[in-house]
């Protein structure tokens, strides 16, 4: 007896002094790795239980029990050992997003930040494109200025200094992570990181020990690329631990793994549930690199508040919770970093456009205009064209104010059977090279489909029925300025021309007089003439010029499937 209960004091001493230093060497290693501390507690007690003096029955039992209890009680008294986060400045951009629904649903981040801090409509412009108001925020220029129209564009397309440039100009460590229209990346002079958004056609990121995040999001590009063991299961989710995953993030993504194999889900499920695994990756390893580079100004991109809203409008008004997951996950992203900003950070929240149900109904709201054949004519018969999809709406950017001209005048002799103009053309005042279409007609049936044709082509080569999307921009977004100097309030109409000095304003950096708008949160600082002297001389990370990432396109409904638009 004597000998058994001294085997169980050993057992039970040495599991618990190993699973604290087990403990110990994680949260030096990664101190938010394991934020499940019951997985962590089953782990060490396997572990215990194997010990030598541990293999007789009642000990393994004693022995398994004793880390199964330290476990967490250890790791809740480490807990997360990290202090205030070290930025002075944290962008959260949320694409799409709209006020709408963060009213309508129990968020408490963003309820909480709306009362302590300035909230208001941020008003977009047409055309209404993500890269192209993206770069309008990041800038502060338009798009007849800063160049970027369509999706079809590289970093080295804008032509105008984005916010990025301006903190780095300025002596800034700089986090960039997925901002569109970020690819190919570049390094800081002054330190921070750069994961490029989801318009990358290739995983470079900067550092390059990130670009596990990129591998990840373009996992079916990088196999049908044939990269070997670089895409291989165990090894990536070590690369992702490495710069900063969670366990439960590798735990939802493996319970995610189970369902899919075993109850085969359908595409609303499987396209919500790879949705939030990648906001829970880019939340982790985003925050993980805010402390580990310390970069004084960053930002955070988010992009499921957008992808299901352009399929699943329609199923959240009727009570559906695809989108209202997104929405949870970005309050709870949010919520983190409130928690994690120090007493003088500030926090702006901003989405580039907001959301509406898709126009129409009935027959009018089943279809869709296509964009292949139609930019492949007017490239071939006007001018080389990128022709872009939102909603019932097309856009047809173009070299110059000039050329769109010529393409109205080819749009009103592009006429269907009866010969009158398939399409109404109409402008964009802020972008002159662009042009918008809409169908003349936009009662489409399935017999106009069987026996109309339109420029000598059949009707099926410029619309589809269906009802995928339901969905669709709409102009007002989302602006909420939250911490230091802010004074809580209502903001009312924010122009989009406003953000960017409100955000450089929140950064402690000066805007440019060529900057049409003002801050409308914290106080500028004087300004400089331009900063479009940078832009010559940033020189980007090599990479192979694929484009973009084609796939993400048609699966949010911008272009058709088959061979992309050509670039102008």
């Known amino acids: 007896m004597k000998k058994l209960l001294n ?61 199964l209890l330290a476990a967490p009680i250890w790791m809740l008294s480490v807990g997360d050992s990290l202090g205030p986060l070290p930025a002075r400045m944290v962008i959260f ?3 799409g997003a709209t006020w709408d629904v ?18 208001g409509d941020l008003i977009s412009m047409e055309p209404m494109f993500s890269p192209l108001l993206w770069t309008t925020i990041a800038s502060g220029r338009p798009v007849s200025e800063h160049g970027v129209r369509g999706f079809h564009v590289h970093s080295d397309d804008c032509k105008v200094a984005r916010w990025w440039d301006i903190a780095e100009a300025s002596g800034d460590g700089v986090g960039l992570y997925k901002w569109l229209v970020d690819y190919p990346p570049r390094t800081f002079a002054h330190g921070g990181f750069w994961v490029p958004s989801w318009l990358a056609p290739t995983p470079e990121t900067w550092p390059a020990r990130l670009s ?14 044939a990269v070997g063991e670089r895409g291989a299961s165990l090894a990536l989710a070590e690369r992702l631990v490495d710069v900063g995953v969670r366990l439960s993030t590798l735990s939802r993504a493996a319970a995610w793994t189970v369902e899919e194999r075993l109850t085969h889900p359908d595409e609303p499920r499987r396209n919500t549930a790879m949705q939030l695994i990648r906001g829970d990756i880019d939340r982790d390893v985003f925050i993980a690199q805010l402390y580990a580079e310390a970069p004084a100004v960053a930002s955070l991109n988010y992009y499921a508040t957008d992808g299901l809203a352009h399929l699943y409008w329609d199923r959240y008004a009727a009570g559906g919770g695809e989108l209202r997951a997104a929405y949870r996950q970005a309050d709870e992203i949010l919520g983190e970093l409130r928690r ?33 054949r139609l930019s492949a004519r007017i490239s071939a018969e006007v001018v080389p064209v990128d022709v ?21 005048a080819w749009a009103s002799t592009f006429t269907d059977s009866a010969g009158k ?18 169908l003349a007609d936009e009662q489409i049936t399935a017999d106009r489909m069987k026996i109309e044709r339109v420029g000598g082509d059949p009707l099926s080569d410029y619309v589809t029925l269906t009802a995928t999307y339901t969905g669709t921009h709409e102009q007002r977004g989302v602006i909420l300025a939250w911490g230091a100097g802010v004074t809580p309030g209502r903001l009312g109409a924010v122009p989009l021309l406003d953000a960017a000095p409100t955000l450089l304003a929140g950064g402690g950096l000066p805007a440019a007089e060529d900057m049409s708008g003002r801050a409308r949160v914290w106080p500028e600082l004087p300004r400089v003439a331009t900063w479009d002297g940078l832009v010559p001389g940033l020189r980007f990370l090599g990479a192979d010029d694929e484009g973009v990432n084609e796939d993400m396109l048609k699966a949010l409904g911008y272009v058709d499937d088959g061979k992309p638009s050509p670039k102008p």
């Open 421 to 438: 103009p398939f399409y109404k053309t109409g402008d964009f005042p802020d972008d002159p090279g662009s042009v918008a279409l809409t």
């Open 388 to 408: 872009t999809r939102i909603g019932h709406k097309l856009v047809v950017g173009t070299p110059s104010p000039a050329d769109a001209e010529r393409v109205r």
């Open 340 to 372: 994690r900003l120090g007493p003088k950070g500030r926090i702006l929240v901003v989405s580039d456009h907001g959301f509406k149900a898709m126009d129409g109904s009935g027959t009018a709201g089943q279809f869709l205009p296509l964009t292949e």
């Open 7 to 67: 085997a169980l004091l050993v057992a039970l001493g040495a599991s618990a002094l190993g699973t604290a230093a087990a403990v110990t060497l994680v949260d030096r290693a990664h101190p938010m790795f394991n934020d499940l501390p019951w997985i962590g507690a089953a782990i060490a007690a396997f572990g215990a239980a194997q010990l030598p003096w541990a293999r007789r029955g009642r000990a393994r039992m004693v022995a398994a029990a004793a880390s």
């Open 93 to 95: 951009g949320v694409d």
């Open 102 to 119: 963060i009213d309508a649903e129990p968020l408490p981040a963003f309820h909480a930040m709306s009362v302590e801090g300035a909230r």
């Open 212 to 225: 596990a995040v990129k591998e990840v999001e373009l996992a079916n590009r990088l196999r049908r690329k």
